[in-house]
């Protein structure tokens, strides 16, 4: 399942973690196995990328990618509103 390995560094809105992880505890009651946030986070990566044309997909990446746009810019210019 994992023979080629990559690390990265995800850096989350704090509530969004949690709610991946309140999903590792259903999760885990459900299935009466032990699920890590890891689990969750990878299952949830790899069921998005096969929603290659959903709408609400194509939207958040588009909220995330102009909000990146946004702090950037701001960033360039000292911070000044």
Do not use: C
Not at 26 to 38: I, R
Not at 50 to 62: F, H, S, V
Request: no cysteine; net charge positive.
């Amino acid at each position: 399942m994992f023979e080629q390995k990559t690390r990265v560094l995800l850096i989350l809105p704090q509530d969004v973690l949690d709610q991946a992880r309140v999903l590792a505890g259903k999760a885990t009651t459900a299935l009466k196995l032990p699920v890590s946030l890891q689990i969750v986070l990878r299952a949830l990566i790899e069921e998005g990328l096969k929603r290659d044309g959903d709408r609400n997909l194509l939207a958040n990446i588009e909220g995330q990618a102009q909000a990146v746009r946004r702090i950037r810019s701001l960033a360039g210019r000292g911070g000044a509103s």
